[in-house]
């Protein structure tokens, strides 16, 4: 599963660093590419509606289709090198990428017992940051090598494999009939269920705080040290060395800390740092380092919450778990929104625009916990 991640979402990422040599291979400008990854971003809104399939038709049903349309936008990109397949092929890859990761959480929901599920959900989460880590310059190689088509057979090549390991290992998983919902069935449970309405909150707030900081900070270390190029390489160690890192202790301590405790801490560590973030920012290893503890700190508390997410709603977990991508997309475009409006010569206001929106998660958090000690939740494993 893990694997399987690695793969979609390195077919995700490798399109940003690589932009500019996709756009001249294709014979278009850049802007024209910025367009098609816009489009590509909307999808995200749809994924709710594939992902219900899980719900209806089984886990193993839905990760194994998502995966044969991931492998066929990679071949079409093979076929018919054109900018038409690329958009195409962009569009079928994202839509692998935000059904299949639902799917598999709500998989590992229903095998995973909910006291374990901290660690081994955000050992699959590691499939987003070694997609970055290993995926993204494995790819600029073979780009180097073979040219700007050369990463889509290998990743076609790699798609199969997964494809096929799952099949062969995954049992099936029919859910019962008195179980299987229409797809508006499960949209219905969840947007009726106050709990799960709580927790998609809590997502689309902890996604906003983080938004408003990093859609500007690199423009904030070009404009403080005039660092343009620098800032951009330093920019991409400090996410995926900090992605991987809070992962990783997410592996370690969500589990036996609690899942609505460690989202917490998360939550307020990272309030620490967008408050430190103008202070120790004022030199260019301050400013590293509280970034660096941002973006470990927003990856616990993000990770910490996907296994808290799953438990919500044990009935419609798929449905439930996609419109919870979505909800982070729209916390993301909240963010964005806010972040250019409040950035001027500094940080600050975007730092106190993200210590409101954290605020406001760690109340929505209270409000949910709450919500779950009353039994809200009839019939689910007791959340801690």
């Given amino acids: 599963m893990t694997l399987a991640r690695i793969v979609l979402n390195t077919m995700h990422r490798m399109v940003y660093p690589f932009l ?59 076929l018919l090198p054109t900018f038409p397949a690329f958009i195409l092929a962009l569009m079928l890859a994202m839509i692998a990428k935000y059904v299949y990761d639902p799917t598999m959480q709500a998989f590992l929901g229903d095998h995973i017992p909910y006291e374990r599920r901290g660690r081994v959900i955000a050992i699959t989460e590691l499939g987003w940051s070694l997609s970055f880590i290993l995926g ?9 090598r073979y040219g700007w088509r050369a990463p889509y057979p290998a ?16 049992p099936k998983d029919q859910p019962p009939d008195s179980q299987r919902r229409s797809m508006w069935g499960s949209f219905r449970a969840v947007l009726t269920h106050k709990t799960a309405l709580l927790g998609l909150s809590l997502g689309l707030m902890i996604n906003s705080a983080n938004e408003v900081v990093n859609l500007v900070f690199g423009v904030w270390l070009e404009d403080s040290y005039g660092l343009q190029i620098a800032a951009l390489g330093i920019a991409a160690a400090v996410i995926g060395v900090a992605e991987l890192g809070g992962e990783s202790l997410t592996a370690l301590f969500t589990d036996r800390l609690g899942k609505p405790r460690a989202v917490g801490f998360g939550i307020l560590l990272n309030c620490l740092a967008v408050i430190a973030l103008p202070f120790f920012g004022r030199t260019l290893p301050g400013a590293i380092t509280v970034l660096f503890i941002f973006y470990i700190t927003y990856e616990f508390t993000l990770v910490s919450s996907i296994p808290l997410m799953t438990e ?21 475009a909240v963010g964005a929104l806010l972040a250019t409006r409040l950035y001027s ?38 959340i801690s």
């Fill in 20 to 78: 500019a040599v996709f756009a001249r291979g294709l014979g278009v400008d850049l802007g024209v590419i910025a367009y098609a990854l816009t489009l590509r971003s909307l999808l995200g809104v749809f994924a709710p509606l594939l992902a219900s399939i899980a719900d209806s038709r089984g886990r193993k049903t839905g990760m194994l289709f998502v995966l044969a349309v991931f492998i066929a936008g990679t071949l079409l990109v093979l």
């Fill in 136 to 144: 993204v310059p494995l790819m600029g190689f073979l780009i180097v």
């Fill in 345 to 382: 010569d500094g940080i600050l206001l975007n730092s106190l625009a993200s210590l409101l929106l954290n605020l406001a998660a760690l109340l929505v958090l209270a409000l949910l916990v709450k919500n779950i000690s009353r039994g809200s939740a009839p019939g689910q494993t007791p």
């Fill in 312 to 332: 919500l709603l044990p009935s419609a977990r798929a449905t439930l778990l996609a419109i919870n991508v979505a909800g982070l997309s729209l916390g993301r």
């Fill in 155 to 170: 990743l076609a090549i790699a798609g199969l494999l997964v494809f096929i390991g799952l099949a062969w290992l995954l």
